[in-house]
């Protein structure tokens, strides 16, 4: 059983698409005749423009899981607003479970600060400087749809000034002036 790496894979099937392998786990069944394996995969997909989407999935060879978990994470894709298109509009939060993530949009040349299945994410969306940290879990599963659940919440200028019956120059005003507030308040402490 020979290691493709996800260079090959998509040189080979065309794929306009960037798949990274979050986590493979072993996985065993005790039986009358003993212990059956399985492999059990996580994978984020992406395309590099805003779409990602992640897929678990279970098979007794890995190459089978990877495969399966593909096919289910192009099927659940999401749309993230990005900003400039290549970082994020706004600071947020997420949580799955235990875990507790936190994404913050960074200056041009910042590169992707954070660790592990957050890295995968942020490569497959096409995100170029983000910083993330982790906190209560370093479980990959948990990881992930944190983040995810952070991303869903994500919204651009255009769509909240949509919501409120504005102007966008009027959002980015006010966000602007928000940040000058907010860091004048933590001078004064």
């Not at 190459?63 to 096919?71: G, I, M, N, Y």
């Not at 509009?89 to 957050?118: C, E, N, Q, W, Y």
Request: charged share 30%; aromatic share 4%; no cysteine.
């Amino acid at each position: 059983m020979a290691y493709e790496s996800n260079a090959d894979r998509q040189d080979r099937e065309g794929s306009e698409f960037i798949d990274r392998l979050v986590s493979i786990n072993r996985v065993s069944k005790t039986v009358k005749g003993g212990r059956r394996f399985a492999f059990a995969a996580l994978v984020v997909v992406g395309d590099g423009k805003g779409k990602i989407g992640y897929g678990t999935a279970k098979a007794k060879e890995v190459q089978d899981a990877v495969k399966k978990a593909t096919e289910g994470a192009k099927k659940t894709m999401i749309r993230v607003p990005l900003r400039e298109s290549r970082t994020l509009h706004h600071d947020i939060k997420g949580h799955f479970g235990a875990g507790r993530i936190v994404l913050r949009s960074a200056p041009a040349g910042t590169g992707i600060i954070a660790g592990g299945p957050m890295r995968a994410i942020f490569e497959a969306l096409g995100v170029h400087d983000v910083v993330a940290k982790s906190t209560g879990t370093s479980n990959p599963h948990n990881m992930v749809k944190a983040t995810f659940a952070a991303l869903k919440l994500m919204s651009s200028p255009r769509s909240v000034a949509a919501r409120r019956t504005m102007k966008v120059g009027e959002v980015v005003e006010r966000r602007e002036v928000g940040a000058k507030a907010q860091g004048q308040h933590q001078e004064a402490e």
